[in-house]
DNA sequence: TTGTAAGCGTTATCAA
DNA sequence: TTGATAACGCTTACAA
């Protein structure tokens, strides 16, 4: 490996005049400079970030914490700060929490250990623990982005998409096509953020009738325990608050002979790839995840130099029309 | 921050006993145990990696270079590698490099930078160069792996799924469903890779008659130009050699009136959520993608360790049976 | 069992 | 315009 010295030497001047010439903290005679890039193209130099790391003790590093990757909607917003934290020559470091088996306390050892510039965390962790290490991390003065859904704020700054909005472009969108008898189904969603859709809901409609709530438990059976629900209630319109199981619901309703659009609407809130394959094609939600992500590490980078960043940024929803609803 | 030299003193023992003492390469006193115990609880000691890192002349960096990582292909294999690494406390670097805008040689330059342990080559890159950059890093004595299909060995280990394996389970599962008259489909697969095919239809077929091949261009649509030419050929057993473009022909025979598996089967290569997702199901190939990311970080760390590792490791697709064929 | 001192590659300070 | 020196935090001979 040749250092600074090695050059030093083989071009006859001292390091640190090479190192301010690299870093273009002066001028050299021209004369310098020959020689310089001389040695550095014969020995191949190249610098070393680690040395660089520990002398000004910061890194170029920025990691993303997420429950996992192989996911579109986690590998969508991570692939847009990739994009960003690229542009400005950071490098992306990838923990996967679901995978690793680390505890929130243990990866914040590891981002601290490694001196990282600053740390995205994407996606929903086990909250009470989780509020309490996020808090942490603002105390060791490590720059943090929480990019997901609304949660109390906490001094860090947060990012996520308009669900209220979101509810109700759905509602109208769903209002719009005749339909009148809505149901929100979905999955695990904590009462907090179920109430924005409500306020959607309420946004939308202009009498006062209210929305059913379907709740989709673990191992239940869609076709026997969720469509007749459905049709006892004389829904016309769904709005499936988890795109992987508006695709589902869809399949079941297909196999029991419901037309989708005509007797039952459904709209998918989340709008990727699944959303296009699912037959007949989903009208979805789209949350803008790669724009979270850019975003999120735009708002990172501010924080490591030290400029001003928005503390709330919250994304527009937007509806993508097609066959479902 | 503290360092090793700030609980030193607030605990009167000398810093390298106490390095020696947490890096467990000596026995201390019971008493200096209690002491360095206490200081650094006191103090809230994290040990510095990157000095660390300096100081041996090596990282526990691992890098992914990858086309993109929102596609569920490239997702899946860095899960398993993200996995392994983890277990083995190292960190996950990923370089998207169609979102980066990056050269080989720029990617490679900041590897060498970083002083990166090893990297992970996922996916396709410009051949020619390609081949040029990755001997280029073997030179530079950094431990690489290269994942994705079978390419000419070139000093670094290679992993791949067996193509002619893959090919020869697809078409003798078309031929048990009695399909006779079978096409492959693909989209800009090059020749090296599609000879493995035919040669796997060649082992399942006892006699001499040839599969169909069909290239999809850029722009081209499946309905008008594609099934058309089935159809004059009597094809009845299709082998799609991409998932996607497996589900999009099927969409396409949908719409056509064609049923699927009755009139004409499709074989996915690939196996995604979206063979699971499609209408109808896929019957896929499954080329085990997670587990070529688990090999392929296996091997790098066996490099890094300086450890035996395989030159080659070929992976055993498998048939995963659903509705389309 | 513990401590001293040098050094990993780079850069900031100060002096020339 | 350039150079000597010390320092970032940690480890490792070598010495005690």
Redesign the interface.
């Known amino acids: 490996?040749t250092t600074l010295k090695d050059i030093a030497k083989h071009a006859n001047v001292s390091a640190c005049t090479i190192s301010r010439y690299l870093n273009s903290n002066i001028v050299v005679k021209k004369e310098t400079e020959a020689k310089i890039q001389l040695a550095i193209k014969e020995l191949g130099y190249?610098?070393?970030?680690?040395?660089k790391?520990?002398k000004h003790?910061e890194?170029f590093n920025v990691a993303v914490i997420v429950p996992?990757?192989?996911?579109?909607y986690y590998?969508?917003m991570?692939?847009g700060i990739?994009?960003i934290l690229?542009?400005h020559h950071y490098?992306?470091?990838?923990?996967?929490v679901d995978?690793?088996?680390?505890s929130e306390d243990e990866v914040l050892?590891?981002m601290?250990?490694?001196?990282i510039a600053g740390i995205i965390f994407i996606g929903l962790f086990s909250d009470v623990s989780f509020k309490e290490t996020i808090r942490n991390v603002v105390e060791w003065n490590i720059p943090v982005v929480y990019a997901n859904r609304y949660m109390d704020y906490n001094g860090f700054p947060l990012l996520y998409p308009d669900l209220v909005k979101a509810s109700k472009l759905g509602v109208e969108h769903l209002f719009l096509k005749d339909k009148r008898r809505i149901a929100f189904v979905h999955k695990n969603l904590p009462d907090h953020l179920l109430s924005y859709f409500l306020e959607g809901y309420s946004q939308a409609s202009k009498d006062e009738n209210k929305p059913m709530i379907m709740e989709i438990e673990e191992g239940m059976d869609l076709s026997k325990d969720c469509i007749p629900k459905l049709l006892q209630n004389n829904i016309d319109g769904v709005f499936v608050l988890n795109e992987m199981l508006a695709?589902n619901l869809t399949?079941a309703l297909?196999q029991a002979d419901i037309r989708i659009l005509e007797d039952i609407a459904v709209l998918s809130l989340g709008n990727s790839?699944?959303s296009e394959?699912?037959?007949p094609e989903l009208t979805s939600i789209d949350l803008q995840n790669?724009e979270l992500g850019i975003r999120s590490a735009e708002i990172i980078l501010s924080q490591i130099r030290k400029e001003a960043f928005e503390p709330i940024t919250v994304l527009e929803p937007f509806i993508v029309e097609r066959r479902s609803a």
Chains 1, 2 share one sequence.
């Open positions: 490996m190249v610098t070393n970030v680690v040395a790391s520990l003790m890194t996992k990757i192989n996911n579109l590998s969508e991570t692939s990739s994009q690229g542009k490098n992306l470091y990838i923990y996967e995978n690793l088996n680390l050892q590891l601290r250990e490694n001196m695709v399949k297909v790839l699944i394959i699912s037959t790669r």
